[in-house]
């Protein structure tokens, strides 16, 4: 499966950017989506992650009650909505694919998307 992110951009403190990531080349509704985030000089984290049909949804305790991950299989695309962002929010954000089960590290994931930057100032 292919993944294209996309909606990086700067924004202010305190505001929302919405990252869609489209999936081609496969069936998308058979993997567990996730989002994982690499900022300057240090090592990529996971941010959040959704299952098969959307019921179940795992986010990392730095962006819990702000990010919001979904999945509109008929479109076949993964969405992060951020709100309240914060300049520790900087960084390359990452489409992660999934055949078997949610990804919960870097190394766990099977595809990977190009990433899109994401770049919050004070």
């Known amino acids: 499966v292919q993944l294209q992110a996309s909606g990086g951009g700067l924004v202010q403190a305190g505001g929302s950017l919405r990252l869609p990531c489209a999936a081609s080349g496969g069936t998308f509704s058979i993997y567990y989506m996730g989002w994982f985030r690499q900022a300057p000089g240090k090592e990529r984290e996971f941010v959040a992650a959704?299952?098969?049909?959307?019921?179940?949804?795992y986010y990392d305790d730095s962006v819990k009650g702000r990010f919001t991950i979904s999945r509109d299989n008929a479109k076949n695309t993964v969405y992060l909505q951020m709100n309240s962002l914060k300049p520790e929010d900087t960084a390359v954000y990452y489409c992660?694919?999934?055949?078997?089960?949610?990804?919960?590290?870097?190394?766990?994931?099977?595809?990977w998307g190009q990433g899109t930057l994401v770049t919050v100032s004070s």
């Open positions: 992660t694919a999934n055949r078997n089960a949610v990804p919960a590290r870097a190394a766990g994931v099977d595809y």
């Open positions: 959704i299952n098969r049909i959307g019921g179940g949804r």
